[in-house]
């Protein structure tokens, strides 16, 4: 039975879109939705993979190039995404896709290829041991979520809903009001932040949560404090799985826990729509205040196992936060106004691809 991989267009569309559906190891980032979000709020291009065997997909590899102002041309599966790498039938697919990823970087002359998988694929290539990501499973019961939490979380989401009295609401609507929370924290953080249209066009593609039982959907969360919007969170659900993925926080407010209030009510929501696992997402190894965070909230560690190539002549991209100029920018981003960081973000998001 022969093998091929070949570039997905239009009339391939349909076939991987519900392979990548019915696959069991499939995520979020693996939909084309995410692609076609991806291309609408970046302009990146597509240049996803996939295998077929007499007629038939068994595997898809989705894949995207960044032309980076900061480090020349890129291929990532995929930006802007948690996770990425092949998903197939078997082994011969797996490798079929990796080689032609391969092929496909040396022709276009790209600096590195960036495959986002979970777990290790391909013997021959290298693990970049630097992300780790949090799961966990979560209770059948809303009213269950804050019990299990471990005490001294327990005891700052409680403290924030009855001493401080934080409210939750979820609304589409509150969309705008999310994004000017979440580029503000961005810009505390020294990191750019993702342009609105890219929020708007992942809603555009996704359903509202009470129709998640339709595919992918997404919750617009705020948290407010007398009234005042203190905290938002935009998450994604898939297969029964809660994403939490933009958040922001005015630090003002800090010491009313928003933050525990606001991933308590994300969680009790997510069980109340019938997610059973919360998934709080990758954080860096030396990020230590995510990474503590996200212990703290009872959530533990699992090492992700990132592979890349460097085609002859490339070089890996050195934007990490640790490279020296690097270090200079995040030291005066966050002295910047608001009305230059969020544009000025938003034009760099495009060369940096998560």
């Not at 995207?64 to 039938?89: E, N, T």
């Amino acid at each position: 039975m022969a093998l091929q991989v070949v570039r997905i267009t239009e009339p391939h569309t349909h076939a991987c879109s519900t392979y990548v559906e019915q696959h069991p190891r499939s995520t979020f980032f693996h939909t084309q939705l995410w692609r076609e979000a991806v291309v609408e709020a970046f302009g990146h291009q597509d240049c996803s993979l996939a295998a077929f065997r007499d007629g038939r997909v068994v595997g898809v590899l989705p894949l995207m190039r960044i032309a980076s102002r900061l480090a020349g041309s890129l291929l990532v599966s995929v930006p802007y995404g948690v996770y990425g790498g092949a998903i197939s039938d078997d082994e011969e697919a797996s490798t079929a896709l990796l080689n032609h990823a391969r092929r496909l970087a040396d022709r276009m002359h790209v600096q590195w290829l960036d495959v986002r998988s979970i777990e290790r694929q391909w013997p021959d290539l290298p693990v970049l041991s630097r992300y780790v990501t949090f799961r966990k499973q979560l209770p059948d019961d809303p009213d269950k979520v804050l019990a299990e939490l471990p005490r001294k979380a327990r005891a700052a989401a409680r403290q924030a809903r009855e001493r401080y009295e934080l409210q939750a609401s979820f609304d589409d609507s509150e969309l705008p009001t999310l994004w000017s929370l979440y580029s503000q924290s961005m810009r505390r953080l020294a990191s750019p932040n993702y342009p609105a249209a890219f929020f708007q066009a992942l809603l555009a593609r996704t359903c509202p949560a009470d129709q998640a039982d339709r595919g992918p959907a997404h919750l617009v969360q705020v948290v407010r404090y007398r009234n005042q919007p203190i905290a938002g969170l935009l998450s994604f659900i898939y297969r029964g799985t809660l994403l939490p993925y933009f958040a922001g926080c005015d630090a003002r407010y800090e010491k009313y826990h928003p933050n525990n209030f606001l991933y308590l009510t994300a969680m009790e929501k997510g069980v109340e729509l019938g997610c059973r696992e919360f998934d709080f997402g990758r954080t860096r190894v030396d990020n230590r205040g995510s990474y503590n965070f996200k212990r703290f909230q009872g959530f533990e560690p699992t090492p992700l196992q990132y592979q890349y190539y460097v085609p002859r002549g490339g070089r890996a991209p050195d934007l990490h936060p640790g490279n020296p100029r690097v270090q200079l920018a995040r030291r005066v981003w966050p002295r910047l106004p608001l009305a230059v960081t969020r544009p000025l973000g938003a034009w760099l998001a495009k060369s940096i691809p998560g």
